[in-house]
């Protein structure tokens, strides 16, 4: 009997933590969209009707590396043969050259793995 109060106790324990894991997803979300234009959005765009230098992000994880239609990637991208996931995204953030030598994308590496982390939760939910 003690162990069914306990668990009925827990409910409105458990409803709470799946809120604030909500509210901190939404949280995270906006400050990698934050982070994003300040690190990225140069570059590239997450609208399809804004063009921007490099490939369109938005749907990025779970496309297949340098097959963004239209892009003129390098060859080495173009051929790297790999999937974008979210830690394919943070090894690009950080050395994009050393992930893929050869690439012809120039940036100064994001190396903070918070941002990286803030960045890639925005990028998942632009991914759905």
């Known amino acids: 009997m003690k162990a069914r ?3 009925l106790a827990m409910i409105p324990t458990l ?3 799946a809120a ?3 509210e901190y997803d939404a949280i995270k979300i906006e400050a990698g969209a934050s982070l ?3 690190e990225c ?9 804004r063009a921007s230098y490099g490939p369109l992000l938005n749907g990025v994880i779970g496309r297949k590396a340098g097959s963004f239609e239209g ?3 390098s060859d080495a991208l173009a051929n790297a043969g790999f999937t974008w996931t979210k830690g394919a995204i943070r090894a690009w953030m950080e050395d994009n050259d050393g992930l893929v030598p050869g690439t012809k994308m120039r940036h100064v590496g994001v190396t903070d793995p918070t941002v990286q982390d803030f960045i890639v939760t925005y990028l998942a939910s632009i991914s759905q």
Request: proline share 4%; hydrophobic share 40%.
């Open 5 to 7: 109060q306990f668990a």
């Open 15 to 17: 409803f709470a933590a």
């Open 20 to 22: 604030l894991a909500g």
């Open 36 to 38: 994003f234009d300040k």
């Open 41 to 49: 959005h140069r570059c590239h765009s997450v609208d399809a009707d």
């Open 71 to 73: 892009y003129p990637y």
